[in-house]
Structures are given as C-alpha cells and as structure tokens.
C-alpha cells in the first residue's frame, strides 16, 4: 500500500520559508490509476485544516484561502515527492503539518495513509 513519509518542518521566523516534502512509496496500479496528495495542518486545540492537494497525473492544484498567494504545491514524479513550498510564513501558521493520498475522484473523507506528520513553528 501507499506510504507517506513527511519532511522539511522546523523553526522559522516570522516572514521566512520553509519547503516541506511527501516521500511517497508503495504505489500500485492495482490500488488505483491515479492519485491526489493533499497537506493538511493541525495546530492544538484546533480541527485539522486542509491546506492544499495536487493530482499526481496532471498536476492540477488546489490552495485553502488561507495559504493561498503564500504557499505552493507542486510535485516531482520522478522523485515521488509532493512539496509544499511555504513564504512568509506567520505566528498562525504554526502547527504540525501532514499529507495523506486519496484517489482521483475521491471526496476528502477519502484521504488515507498518513504520514506521521512534521513540526513547523513560526516565531514572531
């Protein structure tokens, strides 16, 4: 089965960046044709938040409100690697960050598979 492994969090200051990583292993075509890997946040005391997804096949993205116009996904097939790119990044932004797979055409109940999640503090 799939497997997410994240990497890339740490302790920044306000205004600074951070790129964030999702090793993904354990494909097959058995499981599903395709694929979309969504970043998720969840800081304590709070509902965990979705921040955005990207389709493994062609690319198309999504971006929360939230991050949008500050944070990038993108993947690299050959490396089996989502990113997620993050500037100016703020205090609000401190949580610790996930990614987790669902099939294409899946609702966002349907995400599985999580990784064990990375820590990213945001100093002011």
């Known amino acids: 089965e799939i497997q997410l492994v994240e990497t890339g969090g740490g302790l920044v200051q306000a205004g600074g960046s951070l790129r964030l990583s999702c090793v993904v292993s354990?494909?097959?075509?058995?499981?599903?044709?395709?694929?979309?890997i969504g970043w998720f946040r969840q800081a304590p005391g709070k509902e965990r938040e979705g921040v955005a997804c990207?389709?493994?096949?062609?690319?198309?993205?999504y971006h929360a409100d939230s991050v949008k116009g500050r944070f990038t996904i993108s993947r690299d097939i050959r490396k089996n690697t989502v990113y997620l790119q993050m500037n100016n990044l703020k205090p609000e932004d401190t949580a610790v960050y996930s990614c987790?797979?669902?099939?294409?055409?899946?609702?966002?109940?349907?995400?599985?598979?999580w990784g064990q999640g990375t820590q990213v503090t945001v100093s002011s």
């Open positions: 987790a797979v669902k099939p294409r055409g899946g609702g966002r109940d349907e995400y599985r598979n």
């Open positions: 354990g494909f097959t075509f058995d499981e599903f044709d395709d694929y979309a």
């Open positions: 990207i389709y493994r096949g062609d690319g198309s993205t």
